[in-house]
């Protein structure tokens, strides 16, 4: 099994709507992002490119790629980062992380891991999201788990059951009939950083 | 300046000698004020750079100037520095045994003892760069074998090790009771461990593929003449002070013979370099980013510091008029710092280019200078270090000091009889 995600450009609308499910299922700290939506456009958030009326502007949800080929765990020195083979998710265990920030480093999708410089802190004052969302530590790395806590009672991913425009789809990318594969035969896809050789399991179509 | 009558008190092992030999040649215990105010500056330094590092584990490293989008900063800036560093007294001490030529006189012992100095600095830059160092046992416990970082970790030990072993080799040598194939085998596994430990500190860098500017098979090479310029030029600074202060005696064509190696070593490091930005410049895709942000872009500085130093530095070391102490050292220092702002240019141009191109919501932790938005972000240099992280790096160079400052204090470092008499002649 090789579970991925496709995310459908076209139908992308920018609301950060994932990104907000995201960070409430996982009980994120204040400052910490495991899924951001990039602007293929200007130089800033939400800007097009191009002069007015010529202008184009596309959105690029980037969480956690959960590669085939990740460059992150090769390099952990004590294997805190690790591919689970029965399901292709990327797992980060924080506690083990030793904070060497090598997987920053190595992964080629800048800033899908992020580093807790600070003490985790939250706007409330209790926990929120699932009850089995993992736990934030200080001065450890962590990222996108494909809600690894989902997926194992048969859920869905929060950013995916979330999404107002239904463009996010996730599934098993290894069986034919999965509605991932499905979309991926079907329409032309393209893969961040393709070039990379890291095998990203998630798929931009559009 | 030196004072006989303490040697007994501090090295007992070199009494017969120093009393058989009083006057003839320096002691094991060597005093002077001014190495006993540089122990005290260096520990207090120390003392004062572990308080801060204290301070940044516990507040916490959102005080460093590092983020998420450039998650390495001065710390592994000086670890990639101290490596180097540590190559020279090494290789220069080995090299001539190894291969049975004719060495640099008696200062041998003194080179190593700057090796294991240097050394212990770059593994304190790594831990003092760790999130978590109370899980550093981790380490031995759940090593992935695979991982350069784990490489540079087992060799940068071994290399430690090995250099206080070779050290004490050498002066055991000196009194006879290790023999002279002994050494020489050593010197070849220390010279081998030597190249080691620079290639696996570049592969730390060199084998990310989604680094641009780290990601050359060029780095290994690199790395060891870079190691091999900054190296000398240390050991050669070491000498010269050694000298002034009466430490130890040195015949001039020794100096004149590392000032030309430096000279040699700089001019290859200089040839990498333009080999490499060749090869990245050349098809004008995306390495041609990183020549213009080194040749004419925010590390525009550091790179062209380092390329008129090291060519300064080349100049004076093979031209016989300018070959005087102080310009030697002149020349050292530049090649130092040249090698420096090298390091500079590898790990802040390693995050100045972004992979994907595209723009995000900023948090505090996403990028050092966030509040200036995206474009601004990357406009000047990625990533600045904050008086606390200088701070820490001072407090790791100064353990490096009192390391070396002790050895000469306590050890017998100075050139033995045979290599004395040698360069006496």
Known sequence: MNYGFVIDQERCIGCHTCAVACKIENNLPDVVWWNRILTDGGAEMDIPAGEFPNTTIEYVPVNCQHCENPACTKVCPVGATYKDEETGIVHQDADKCIGCRMCMSACPYTGVRSFNWDEPTHVLDMNIGGVDAPEHQKHTVEKCTMCSHRVAKGEEPACVEACPARARFWGDLDDPNSEVSQIIKKRSFKQLLADEGTKPSVYYVG | ?425
């Open chain 2, 1 to 425: 300046m030196t004072d006989m009558t303490s040697a007994a008190a501090a090295a007992p092992i070199n009494v017969s000698q120093n009393t058989e030999q009083q006057g003839k040649k320096a002691s094991a215990s060597w005093k002077s004020t001014g190495l006993t105010v540089g122990i005290i500056v260096c520990g207090i330094l120390t003392i004062a750079g572990i308080a801060l590092w204290a301070m940044q584990l516990s507040g916490s490293m959102i005080q460093t100037g590092m983020r998420n989008l450039d998650s390495w900063g001065l710390y592994i800036t000086f670890f990639m520095f101290f490596v180097g560093l540590s190559a020279g007294g090494l290789i220069i001490s080995s090299v001539p045994k190894a291969f049975g030529i004719k060495g640099f006189g008696g200062i041998s012992k003194v080179a190593i003892m700057s090796s294991i100095a240097c050394t212990i600095a770059a593994i304190g830059f790594v831990v003092v760069d760790l999130g978590q160092p109370t899980r550093i046992w981790e380490l031995f416990v759940f090593s992935n074998i695979g991982s350069p970082l784990m490489w540079d970790i087992i060799v940068l030990g071994t290399y430690l090790i090995l250099s206080c072993f070779y050290l004490w080799a050498q002066m055991a040598h000196e009194r006879g009771r290790v023999s002279d194939k002994a050494l020489r085998v050593l010197s070849v596994i220390a010279l081998l461990c030597a190249v080691m430990v620079h290639s696996v500190t570049a592969w730390i860098f060199g084998l990310q593929q989604g680094r641009e500017m780290w990601h050359t098979a060029l780095l290994g090479p690199w790395f060891v003449s870079s190691a091999l310029v900054c190296g000398t030029a240390l050991v050669i600074c070491v000498v010269e002070a050694l000298r002034k202060v009466g430490y130890l005696s040195l015949d001039q064509a020794y100096i004149v013979k590392l000032a030309k190696l430096l000279g040699a070593f700089v001019c290859v490091d200089l040839y990498f370099f333009a080999c490499d930005l060749l090869t990245e410049g050349f098809p004008g895709a995306h390495g041609a980013d990183v020549v213009s942000m080194l040749v004419s872009g925010q590390l525009a500085p550091f790179f062209w510091i380092e390329v008129v130093g090291c060519a300064v530095c080349a100049v004076i070391c093979f031209t016989p008029k300018l070959r005087t102490n102080p310009l030697i050292v002149i020349a050292s220092l530049l090649a130092i710092v040249g090698i420096l702002c090298k390091r500079i240019q590898l790990l802040v141009g390693g995050f100045q280019l972004p992979n994907l191109d595209y723009v995000g919501a900023l948090s505090p932790q996403t990028i050092t200078n966030w509040e200036a938005g995206w474009t601004d972000a990357y406009a000047g240099m990625v990533y600045w270090p904050t008086p606390l992280e200088f701070g820490v790096m001072l407090g790791v160079v100064a353990l490096a000091g009192l390391v070396f400052l002790l050895g000469i204090k306590f050890l017998a470092l100075q050139p033995g009889d045979k290599i004395q008499a040698e360069s006496e002649k």
